[in-house]
């Protein structure tokens, strides 16, 4: 986009306030500009297409260094063998199974499934599965109508934006939630059809938590058989949760030290006991770092001169009170 | 920061849905910065509603400075702020009113400095020759729009009686861009331009 007023277009506001030109020759002026450059763009892409590839890599790379998650980087390298050989065989001639990639994410708040589904998207897209990659994020509200047909209207409304991408359904286990009137089943159904529909062109992946999710797979059974990958989204370990503090604290350019990294564990190890569903996230532990990041700067505050390493350095008594 | 822009010709309705829009997103009390031609910013505070009988009239070319605000719009889990920018009308040709001609001059530079483009229509008047019908300038306003991409149009006043008719009209005028439907007074539609909004500047 460009940000600069090019000496160009501030003539020409200047004459249109003096009233030598109208508003029409001013548009015009722009229309032809913005065609320029586009077209100069377009040119530039083409001669670095080759940088596609490398894209690819890059979002791999991405994957990777995301802390833990083992399972889930080793379902994402099989697909992607399957995905390999699957086209392998086409070439050659062979039978080659449809590539069918709905998913289904298993995990408690926290654990990096939003995170995967978008990375993912980029994954299929550098492969040329999905042609445009993008990741449509819904939730029961978006899918379930409020009188009678409208719940498949809106679920074809979803699924038509979708269609090229991804559609992420966060915590579709409320689809089936509510008796026998309640149009989440409705919407279910509506998905399905959805799916035999537009088999190629959009992947759906249903996010939630573990013991929900089961239940609403058992209740739905025709659904397991449709989505052919599970990933579960295991809680990071309390050593992982650590690492994942070390690269926040690294991104906004701070440090620990030794015995403030030893007080977090011991926040995290005696909220794991209080409450086990919501300590194992990475949320978590943005939250307690950020509120170290603020007693940090109170502390510093008062004192008169700091140096470099104290505007860096998160002290223990930094993570004191951190157990709200 | 993301700079949208929201033009079209006088009377549609522009600083009626700036308005609304802000409502609708959950602001009760804004802070509208005004920048006159001097490039000088005065920044006021309001309620929307003492806002609303300020700023909005009947007759045309009401807003002649550029009134921006800042709002926070939901995207996916978070919120990305934007900047959105209320401008004066749009006409063909010269005006022979400085004021009109120096605010136009404005609308338009900012539009090249927009990051996203809405550009209303008002859908109940295509059949009839007042300030607000659809003309030349729309039309330029849509090619320029469809060379930057972010861009999409808001045909408003579809509560009105002859909105739905209109509508189709500008729907078949303006066959390959993205029309929302929407109603600035009643507040209609605003669930896609806020779907729009947050697409486009994810």
């Not at chain 1, 109208?22 to 913005?34: A, K, Q, R, T």
């Not at chain 1, 794991?272 to 505050?301: D, F, W």
């Not at chain 2, 303006?174 to 994810?202: C, H, L, W």
Request: net charge positive; charged share 30%; proline share 2%.
């Amino acid at each position: 986009m460009p940000k600069k007023i090019k000496k160009e277009v501030n003539y020409l506001y200047q004459l249109a306030k003096q009233g030598s030109i109208g508003s029409n020759e001013f548009l015009n002026h722009l229309i032809i500009d913005s065609k320029l450059s586009t077209e100069q763009i377009n040119q530039k892409s083409s001669q670095d297409n080759n940088r596609e590839e490398d894209s690819f890599d890059s979002i791999i790379k991405e994957l990777y260094q995301l802390i833990g998650l083992r399972e889930v980087k080793e379902i994402v390298n099989e697909i992607l063998a399957y995905i390999e050989i699957q086209q392998r065989r086409r070439l050659q001639g062979l039978n080659a199974a449809p590539l069918v990639l709905h998913m289904i994410f298993k995990g408690n708040p926290g654990t990096g499934k939003t995170t995967v589904a978008r990375i993912l998207a980029r994954i299929f897209k550098a492969k040329n599965l999905l042609s445009k990659g993008h990741l449509i994020e819904v939730e029961r509200a978006d899918l379930v109508g409020e009188y009678i047909g409208h719940t498949a209207l809106k679920v074809r409304t979803q699924v038509k934006e979708s269609l090229g991408g991804i559609l992420f359904i966060d915590e579709a286990y409320s689809l089936a939630r509510g008796g026998e009137k309640d149009f989440g089943k409705e919407a279910i159904d509506a998905l399905v059809k959805a799916m035999e529909d537009n088999k190629d062109q959009f992947i759906l992946i249903l996010a939630g938590y573990q013991e929900e999710m089961d239940d609403f797979l058992k209740v739905n059974p025709g659904l397991k058989s449709r989505f052919p990958i599970h990933i579960d989204f295991l809680d990071y370990s309390i050593e992982e949760l650590i690492d994942i503090a070390e690269l926040m604290v690294n991104e906004r350019q701070y440090s620990m030290s030794k015995s403030a990294k030893a007080k977090l564990y011991n926040i995290l190890a005696s909220k794991r006991k209080k409450e086990s569903r919501y300590s194992g996230n990475a949320r978590l532990v943005r939250n307690l770092i950020e509120k170290s990041i603020r007693k940090q700067a109170v502390r510093l505050k008062e004192k008169e001169l700091c140096t470099r390493d104290d505007l860096i350095m998160l002290k223990r008594e930094d993570f004191l009170d951190g157990e709200a | 920061m993301n700079n949208c822009i929201l033009l079209g010709k006088p009377n549609v309705g522009k600083t009626t849905f700036f308005l609304s829009y802000a409502e609708y997103l959950g602001v009760t009390s804004c802070i509208l910065e005004f920048e006159n031609f001097e490039g000088s910013v005065t920044r006021k505070n309001y309620s929307i509603n003492v806002a609303r009988s300020y700023l909005i009239n009947q007759t045309p070319f009401k807003t002649k400075e550029i009134c921006r605000m800042n709002l926070s719009i939901p995207v996916y889990k978070g919120r990305t702020e934007i900047t959105l920018f209320d401008t004066g009308g749009l006409i063909d040709g010269i005006s022979a009113n400085e004021i009109v001609r120096k605010s136009m001059a404005e609308a338009l530079k900012q539009l090249y400095l927009a990051d996203l483009i809405l550009h209303m229509i008002d859908a109940s008047s295509v059949d009839h020759n007042c300030c607000s019908t659809l003309s030349e300038i729309d039309y330029q306003i849509n090619q320029y729009g469809h060379s930057r991409g972010a861009y999409c149009i808001l045909a408003n006043k579809i509560d009105l009686e002859e909105g739905e008719k209109g509508l189709s009209f500008i729907r078949k005028e303006f066959k390959d861009t993205y029309i929302i439907p929407i109603s600035a007074r009643k507040m209609k539609g605003f669930k896609e331009v806020n779907k729009f909004v947050s697409r486009v500047i994810q």
